[in-house]
Antibody, heavy 120, light 110 residues
Framework: QLQVQESGPELVKPSESLSLTCTVSGGSINSVGYYWGWIRQPPGKGLEWIASIFYSGDTYYNSSLKSRVTISIDRSKNQFSLKLKSVTAADTAVYFC????????????WGQGTLVTVSS | NFMLTQPHSVSESPGKTVTISCTRTSGSIATNYVQWYQQRPGSSPTAVIYEDDQRPSGVPDRFSGSIDTSSNSASLKISGLKTEDEADYYCQSYDSSIWVFGGGTKLTVL
């Protein structure tokens, strides 16, 4: 059974970078047709798609965050990562990793989410 | 880019039927599939409908999805409401290499 799990620091200072990793287990990050993505949810608010990376390495970004975001794959570790630069309090959110695609077009496996707080 | 607009909240009694709408602001709702996710407090979202009207394994047939090109919207219908259906529901679609979520609808079953 495919599982994804987020990891990374829970507290980041303003103006610094937020880095999160999603570890994939029970399946391969090289699975054909799969997208690996990051979605966030500020406290009490809705879901916001941040970025996705295709199994081939093609990357896709939310235009409102594109200038600050990088998504990448580490095939040797079966992981994918998110880096968000120059964070502010507005970036405080629960960050989810999830997988999309393959045989069905939806986000079908989600991590439990990790709360990242931006504060000095 | 397009947006997906949902009502902020809906409420209905147990045993009744509720429909949640999701309107696409630009481009055709039929161009790309619409998904619906349920999120209970403190939990990750889980899909209840994908590809407009398909149910993932384990989702009861009380949940159904549809699209209406005349109103450029998608709908999630939940029949035979149970208290456990109380949650936030998000629609989601995709176009031109971007994924978009609706703002979410809080369903209260009272």
């Amino acid at each position: 059974q495919l599982q994804v799990q987020e990891s990374g620091p829970e507290l980041v200072k303003p103006s610094e970078s937020l880095s999160l990793t999603c570890t994939v287990s029970g399946g391969s990050i090289n699975s054909v047709g799969y997208y690996w993505g990051w979605i966030r949810q500020p406290p009490g608010k809705g879901l916001e798609w941040i970025a996705s990376i295709f199994y081939s390495g093609d990357t896709y970004y939310n235009s409102s965050l594109k200038s600050r975001v990088t998504i990448s794959i580490d095939r040797s570790k079966n992981q994918f990562s998110l880096k968000l630069k120059s964070v502010t309090a507005a970036d405080t959110a629960v960050y989810f990793c999830a997988t999309y695609g393959g045989s069905s077009e939806f986000f079908h496996h989600w991590g439990q989410g990790t709360l990242v707080t931006v504060s000095s | 880019n397009f947006m997906l607009t949902q009502p902020h909240s809906v409420s209905e009694s147990p045993g009744k039927t509720v429909t949640i709408s999701c309107t696409r602001t630009s481009g055709s709702i039929a161009t790309n599939y619409v998904q619906w996710y349920q999120q209970r407090p403190g939990s990750s979202p889980t899909a209840v409908i994908y590809e407009d009207d398909q149910r993932p394994s384990g989702v009861p047939d009380r949940f159904s999805g549809s699209i209406d090109t005349s109103s450029n919207s998608a709908s999630l219908k939940i029949s035979g409401l149970k208290t456990e259906d109380e949650a936030d529901y998000y629609c989601q679609s995709y176009d031109s290499s971007i994924w978009v979520f609706g703002g979410g609808t809080k369903l209260t079953v009272l």
